[in-house]
């Protein structure tokens, strides 16, 4: 397991979740935080949300490896929102792959929820295309959302630093 991983506080000591825990119970909101790793009986690391993992090398450039810390998952992910109805989660790159949405759709799901960390290169081609191509093929709502970044960290090849 990464050195990283082992010092990451439980959901039940975790600030944020207790914030956005807080927050949806004063509103009576849901809220979707993100995604989250969580280890396995076995110690592995995997992301809740996750199916697809984003590996990708750009040559004399940059590199992204999720699959050198994350195991990618099995199964679609869906959420009862009691009163409301079901919605399906995916994160990032799983918008790329049609079939996750139909799955989500086929079990019932009447919206697609994605936080995502789309870079600056591929994600203003990508993003709207891929959002509105996820909906249409599935006739259900698509909601996607992505992280704001400080603009001094775009790099000259105009690729973010991280993400």
């Known amino acids: 397991m990464p050195s990283h991983y ?80 079901q919605i399906g989660l995916g994160v990032c790159y799983d918008m790329r792959f049609a079939e996750l949405s139909t799955i989500a759709a086929r079990q019932g799901a009447f919206a697609l929820v994605y936080p995502s960390a789309f870079n600056t290169t591929t994600g203003p081609l990508h993003w709207e295309l891929l959002g509105r191509a996820r909906a249409v093929d599935n006739q259900v709502h698509h909601f996607v959302f992505t992280i704001e970044r400080p603009k001094f960290l775009i790099s000259c090849l105009g690729i973010w630093h991280g993400y």
């Open 6 to 85: 082992r010092h990451h506080p439980t959901r039940r000591k975790s600030p944020s979740f207790v914030a956005l825990a807080q927050i949806a119970k004063d509103t009576g909101a849901f809220i979707i935080g993100g995604s989250v790793p969580e280890c396995d009986t076995s110690g592995n690391i995997y992301n809740t949300c996750a199916m697809h993992l984003f590996d990708m090398d750009v040559p004399g450039g940059m590199s992204f490896h999720e699959s050198d810390t994350l195991s990618a998952g099995k199964k679609t992910t869906t959420v009862d929102l009691e009163g409301y109805g």
